[in-house]
């Protein structure tokens, strides 16, 4: 079955969106198609509305590791076939009409669309009318789609995975049930299940209810507030989620005079209406612990009325594609050539046409016991005997499997790791460390950087009041010609391949960027890449756009002015790093010097172009020439590589450690994994070096073929260092592979 997955809380996150990605995961393991078109943000209390006037502007999530990786937001699609949902910076209903009738058509037609799972039940009138969820499925159905609208009833904000777990499986159970029952009176149905221990157990019962009728009997819906205590429409729904039932609010009255409304709905009428109501509605059903579907027509009237009050008995073994996927399986298993007990299973799912191949050569000239394949049906069973070698695409990896086989299964990725790969995390991991060890290299490698959270540019005040770095800077520039002002980089805090970044030295200029960046949310993406590149903001491919409704999180750092120039170009250094188990760090001492398309002019107030500034080769026209050099060949001048080189170790030494050491929550090791990380460094004009970035999955094809050496020596050591002797293989040493940090922090 194609299913259509909308909803109104937005893409995946602890706060505000954290069960949509363990439903889609749940349908996907039940053998259905499952497409996804999600609201860029939260969209929550917005009923089936549209936004008359705005021309929406999608951008592409790729969803990280289930429960532990929230993902990451692009504005162009990905091109390498992997796992990727749409956002719309639209309504829930808007999802819906774009999921139907502008996506997926190579997937066939859509048989279901399903809104949710929704953060919070949507029983009873008060919710239900307003419910972006509900209006989702609403406009499914006013589009002649089957339509369910699913939500998770929570008890706490204790986002336990077991129990999202349970109540997804319970979820996929009754979704299959309705699409085989589907009642012909029907149009939509809403489904509310209750996070709670166990509720995916035969001992759960599933009712068909009717919507409980309640009003707000205490007043006004809304809080009057001061004209200066704003907050943003993600703080006020966080607020409202925390208020717990029966917790009742005092009013804030204020006389009469210049006042503001915020939503600050008494949930107290809610409860406290399904308290006094009689059984069997669908405020009590959930009470109680159970499941309630309420059928519904495209106009919230009550529809089959013959089914209210009936229990339905849902099939304890109604997922017969995992059994046939089993018996597929283990026929494959039985096909594969006879193994002994030294056999590696190399599962290789790189999804990079220029690494890959690289891999596998590796693997079978330094492991000729290795069997290689691509997918896991090939692979019989973990047991004792069985090694498992999985170096696959981060979403492709058996997280679950591999920290269930320790001694047998090596990933080469440790699930947890944004203390270092995140921007605004890496400042904070930083942080963190120098706090603890003043004395820390880090205190002289690393930029002041200060992160921040902005929607809207009218806000930008009020964010900057916490960087005191900045703003202080920024103050203190406003008294000094250009060229002697102190300069920021500003980074979006979620965004890969140089997207969005810019310069700035005054309040002003930060100002008119953000400036920017929303006026070009309302612009299609031919006028948005034509107008970038008139402006002369990007590079001449256009592709350093960003859109700020996507992404909140960013970060200011202090631009390395002047940096050190080889023939009058700027470049930084892609120093790749090897984490090993928990933990072992190792820096590979060939490294690559990535230069910037243009010559390098200081920054001023009239300097345009950033092609002289951004190294990161993905920006660059294709035929630019000479962007990718060995390191060790430059000419430093007065400047000592090996002076270079050691300031490197040392900092990639106190970077890890303090990831490991003071964000254990954000930097998880696992004793069965590895990991290459791409590490980028800058070097000033006096010889000082300064990290910038950590990359997870480093983009190794930038390399080129002249330098495809670079990136084979780097997979070879990395297989002598790392996987070898876990599979207890000595594969002899890795001279180019220099050991930093050995601290043992074993598995977190």
Known sequence: MHILIINDDGPPTQVSSPYVHSFVHELQQAGHTVSVVLPHTQRSWIGKAHLVGKTLTPTYFRPGALHTDEGTTHTRPRTDGGEEWILVDGTPASCAQIGIHHYFKEKGPIDLVVSGPNYGRNSTALFALSSGTIGGAMEAAVCGKRAIALSYAFLNRNHDPVIIKGASLMAVRVVQYLSENWHEDVDLYTIN????????????????????????????????????????????????????????????????????????????????????????????????????????????????????????????????????????????????????????????????????????????????????????????????????????????????????????WLSCSYIIRKALIRKHHLALTVRHHVAKYPSSILTRTFPVTCDFELDYAEYLDEALAEAYEVSDSLATNDTLPAEERTWWILKPGMSDRGQGIRLFSTTEELTEIFESFESSDDEDEDEDEDEDKDEGNTSDDGDNGIMTSQLRHFVAQRYIHPPLLVNDRKFHIRTYVLAVGGLRVFVYKPMLALFAAAAYTAPTTDTCSLDGHLTNTCLQTPGTTNSVKLFWDLDLGDISKDDVWKKICSTTADLFEGAARTQRVHFQTLPNAFEIFGVDFVVDAKGGVWVLEVNAYPDFKQTGEELGGVIEGLLRSTVKTAVGGFFGQPLGEAEDMVEVLNIGMGKF
């Not at 006020?236 to 503001?260: F, V």
């Not at 406290?272 to 059984?279: G, L, M, N, W």
């Not at 089914?307 to 089993?326: R, S």
């Open 193 to 408: 299940v209750p996070l709670r221990e166990g509720v995916e157990s035969p001992d759960t019962k599933v009712m068909f209810t009717n919507m409980l009728q309640n009003y707000w009997a205490s007043g006004s819906s809304f809080e009057e507030i001061a004209g200066d205590d704003d907050m943003s429409p993600e703080e006020s729904e966080a607020q409202i989620r925390e208020q717990g039932e029966g917790e009742e609010k005092t009013d804030n009255q204020m006389q009469y005079g210049h006042k503001k409304f915020k939503w600050a709905p008494r949930f107290t009428d809610v409860y406290e209406s399904v308290e006094h109501s009689t059984p069997g509605n669908d405020g009590w059903t959930v009470k109680e612990g159970h499941v309630s579907i309420t059928p519904l027509k495209a106009n919230f009237m009550h529809s089959a009325s013959d089914l209210i009050g009936q229990q339905i008995k849902l099939p304890q073994h109604n997922d017969t594609i995992h059994e046939n996927q089993f018996l597929i399986a283990k026929t494959s298993a039985l096909r594969v050539r006879d193994t002994n007990a030294n056999t590696v299973w190399a599962l290789v799912r790189y999804d990079d046409a220029y690494v890959q191949p690289k891999i596998i050569a590796v693997l079978r000239e330094l492991m000729p016991n290795v069997e290689i394949c691509s997918s896991i049906s090939q692979i019989p069973q973990p047991g004792p005997n069985t090694k498992i070698l999985d170096w696959s695409a981060y979403e492709d990896l058996d997280f679950e499997r591999i920290v269930e086989h320790p001694d047998s």
